[in-house]
T-cell receptor, first 114, second 109 residues
Framework: DGGITQSPKYLFRKEGQNVTLSCEQN?????MYWYRQDPGQGLRLIYY???????QKGDIAEGYSVSREKKESFPLTVTSAQKNPTAFYLC?????????????FGEGSRLTVL | GQNIDQPTEMTATEGAIVQINCTYQ??????LFWYQQHAGEAPTFLSY??LDGLEEKGRFSSFLSRSKGYSYLLLKELQMKDSASYLC??????????WGAGTKLIIKP
């Protein structure tokens, strides 16, 4: 079945550590996105990529980094420079022949900094 | 600019009807989405409106008025499983999604 997979689902990190969240899709979508979700707030865009080997900063890119070496994969690294990394992270993809702009989301990764 | 607003929380009774409103202000608009999100899970697509009017899909309907910058999601015959957050988001002139904070819907028996 086609879909988008995030891992891990839950992750704990000590302060000062970098962590990488995985996002893989087999939908053949060109565009991929990383969002952060905090209680009481809308989804906030961290980074997005519309094509392999190219990505753009979103509204809250500071303290995060990404890569897009393959169409299927868009990993997000939360660096020690991110001051408040505890959040729910959502990866999404967009595209296809019937593209109406709909995003397909992974199940999310919940990061907790201890 | 980017401005989108929806109520924080609503409560309704099982079997009833509820309307969740979303207002937005933007200089560029390419459609509006509604997503459902259960606690701790990913959002799932409900509807997309790009033209004015009502789109019906089973128990759920979505309405758009572009001139008023207004949309609503109508849920009929409410079930307990409809307890979730409902997110509205519009596509701006750059085809980027701008998200509201979500409306938490509580269904009571």
């Amino acid at each position: 079945d086609g879909g988008i997979t995030q891992s891990p689902k839950y992750l704990f990190r000590k302060e000062g550590q970098n962590v990488t969240l995985s996002c893989e899709q087999n939908l053949n979508h060109d565009a991929m996105y990383w969002y952060r979700q905090d209680p009481g707030q809308g989804l906030r865009l961290i980074y997005y990529s519309q094509i392999v080997n190219d990505f753009q900063k979103g509204d809250i890119a500071e303290g995060y980094s990404v890569s897009r070496e393959k169409k299927e994969s868009f990993p997000l690294t939360v660096t020690s420079a991110q001051k408040n990394p505890t959040a729910f992270y959502l990866c999404a993809s967009q595209g296809g022949l019937t593209n109406t702009g709909e995003l397909f989301f992974g199940e999310g990764s919940r990061l907790t900094v201890l | 600019g980017q401005n989108i607003d929806q109520p924080t929380e609503m409560t309704a009774t099982e079997g009833a009807i509820v309307q969740i409103n979303c207002t937005y202000q933007t200089s560029g608009f390419n459609g509006l989405f509604w997503y459902q999100q259960h606690a701790g899970e990913a959002p799932t697509f409900l509807s997309y409106n790009v033209l004015d009017g009502l789109e019906e899909k089973g128990r759920f309907s979505s309405f758009l008025s572009r001139s008023k910058g207004y949309s609503y999601l109508l849920l009929k015959e409410l079930q307990m499983k409809d307890s979730a957050s409902y997110l509205c988001a519009y596509l701006d002139s750059n085809y980027q999604l701008i998200w509201g904070a979500g409306t938490k819907l509580i269904i009571k028996p």
